[in-house]
């Protein structure tokens, strides 16, 4: 594959990761709809310039604005907890079993002191598996794990003791976030919506969910589709230590989840990069610019070498202004294969193929048309 293939497969790629971003986003912001908007639009005025509607695509491209400026005016809460996101995910370092140590420490004590006090707790742990597209509303804390904390986050007068807690890379995220609730018809009677809802996250991820009862004073684990009712602290200390220890995956399952997971929205970033590609490589030139090409000669078979051949070819290329200059048309080469040359004179045609042209700019004409290659015995 020639370079500028390399450079095109690059920017194909770096354009669907950014859509799936968007896309992922705007699923959990509840703005699919709103993108879908956006991107189709965008979509519509390419096809404007395509056909040379000059006002059609202006109109498109103004409308197109104005639903993204709606869009940073409406989800300012979403896009805040967005950049939080990524702003841990950039500074937070892979922490070892001894750094969170005391973490374990706090949240054990903590949910046994709070069952013991009648005070109900939801604690969910975050794993490997995404859950932000699954869980509802929620107030960012990024706060380090503490006892006292987390006591005073479930006690009855806080504002925020309803829904759960949410612990990512050793902090506490998010509180008071709403979670789904399991439908499964063999959940015990004495299960209330807490645990209900603490099932329904557990069995839609590898979270480890830690329940504290109001009611009977007990602090339950969820893990799967499994429960487990702890006798004190010390246990719940035990699994949490078990549970990090075993929580990296090996190359295969993670590899297995970065392509299956989110597969139909993967799926729709794929199709709207692919449109949105073809969109901008196909629309038509306006803009003809020549450039000097060296020639460079390949695959020559033994025994032979090269006695003459043109050292540049002058190129006219047509393509927009735009495509052209980010194209890097100044370190264009043009590569001929040799390998069924023979002695005496060889002719070839240069083509697109020879050049390896960026996407968007097609081969208007070159000069000489025909290149001379003079082959002779080594």
Known sequence: MTPARWLNLIDFLVLTLALYGVLSWARQARAMRLAFWIAGLYAASLVARRFDLIITSWVLDAASIGLIVMLLIMFQPELRRAFLWLDRVLHVSPRTSAALEPAFHAIADAAFAMAHDRVGALIVIVRNDPISEMVEDGVSVGAEISRPLLEAIFHKTSPVHDGAVLIESGRISRVNVILPLSHRPDVPLQFGTRHRAAMGIAERSDAIVIVASEERGEVTVMRGRSWQVLPGAPELLEQLQQLHGSQELRWRERVRRLLVHNLRLKLAAAGLGILVSALSLFSTGTTIR????????VNLPRGLDVAEYPRTLEVSLRGRSWFMDSGNLDGLVARFDLRNAHEGTNTVRPT???????????????????????????
Not at 362 to 375: A, K, M, N, Q, Y
């Open 352 to 378: 697109e193929q020879e050049l390896g042209l960026p996407p968007g700019v097609r081969l208007d004409g070159v000069v000489p048309p025909v290149l001379t290659v003079r082959i002779r015995k080594r």
């Open 290 to 297: 020549t450039v000097a090409v060296s020639v460079e000669l």
